[in-house]
């Protein structure tokens, strides 16, 4: 299946697949510290997971389609999917959990629509979605920020299944924040212990990992800043004014910047040029569309995050937005 999304005249790219997954392989690289530095070696664990299930998964996809597996497997698009999705889950998921959800990313959030190119949605958040609406439990018991686990526990507890360390699994404060307005309590009750400066305590440090990669990726024009800047201010502008209706019901505008996956989703998720809007104008309005809908989420539906399901559903949009955007034309003489 193919979408156009863009019309002639095309100009030759300076650059290839390869290199632009490199680069975004290389602006993770603050955020998997930093997560290493919080939790322990169960991110590399779930980071060695997702990334070994999404490129066996590759391989034997683009076997049955009799495609070239070298020039394919070394655009490491599928492993760049495989890294996002591992930092995205909780690091103290059951094996299977990042192993079911690399799958479902390459084969179905990839290559059934055929391969890199032709998928309509993001594939980490394919993979991602379908583990939040599968396997709800699993999927928020996160490891609390505080615990380093070593290499034997981390072993245990992921292919196990079972914790022996005390107070492992914490909510996060988005989670709290969720829960606190869902039983109608003031934001002001919720414990002191779980706010850091910005956001929740040691998730502010991943978000500004995720910031630093998202201004390296803007750096080396990997990507432009049409998208980024309008999720951000997708949500920073609902939340401000609700903020500013009712302070004790509603975060703060920043809060909702550093916390969750919001600077994540700004510089890397969104940004995906596959199954995001082509043209400028079209990137504000998708960007901005998938922050306002994270926002939505958040506040008024059931999931204390809504990065990944605003992203695909921006995704069905970005066609119809490329179509009404369409650039038009330039008629030169012959």
């Excluded at 703060?252 to 998720?269: E, N």
Aim: charged content about 10%; hydrophobic content about 55%.
């Amino acid at each position: 299946m193919q979408f156009s999304t863009s019309c002639s005249p095309f100009l030759p790219a300076n650059t290839s697949v390869h290199r632009v997954m490199r680069q975004v392989l290389i602006a993770l690289i603050p955020a998997f510290t930093a997560m290493f530095w919080l939790f322990g070696y169960t991110v590399l664990l779930q980071l060695l997971l997702a990334s070994s299930t999404a490129l066996l998964a590759e391989v034997i996809c683009l076997r049955l389609r009799k495609r070239p597996v070298k020039i394919h497997l070394m655009d490491l698009s599928a492993l760049v999917s495989a890294v996002l999705l591992a930092l995205a889950i909780p690091t103290i998921a059951p094996w299977w959990v990042s192993t079911c959800g690399a799958l479902f990313a390459i084969i179905i959030g990839k290559q059934v629509y055929g391969g890199l190119g032709y998928n309509p949605f993001n594939p980490a958040m394919t993979g991602y979605v379908f583990l939040l609406i599968s396997f709800p439990q699993q999927m928020t018991a996160w490891q609390a920020p505080d615990i380093f686990i070593s290499l034997a526990d981390a072993l245990h507890v992921i292919f196990s299944g079972t914790a022996t360390i005390d107070g492992l699994s914490s909510a996060t404060l988005l989670d709290s924040i969720k829960t606190a307005g869902a039983s109608t309590a003031l934001l002001t009750e919720i414990p002191s212990t779980s706010t850091g400066l910005l956001a929740g305590a040691g998730w502010e440090l991943i978000s500004m990992a995720y910031l630093l990669g998202g201004l390296w990726l803007l750096y080396r024009k990997v990507i432009s800043w049409h998208i980024p800047v309008a999720v951000l201010l997708g949500i920073f502008m609902p939340a401000g004014i609700n903020f500013f209706l009712d302070a004790n019901a509603a975060s703060s505008p920043v809060f909702h910047l550093f916390s969750g996956a919001s600077l994540c989703g700004a510089f890397f998720i969104a940004t995906d040029p596959v199954s995001a809007a082509t043209s400028n104008t079209g990137r504000l309005i998708y960007g901005g569309l998938i922050g306002l809908l994270s926002y939505i989420i958040r506040y008024w539906g059931g999931y204390p995050d809504g990065i990944a399901f605003a992203v695909l559903l921006a995704n069905l949009a970005a066609p119809s937005i490329d179509y009404y955007l369409r650039p038009k034309p330039v008629n030169q003489p012959l």
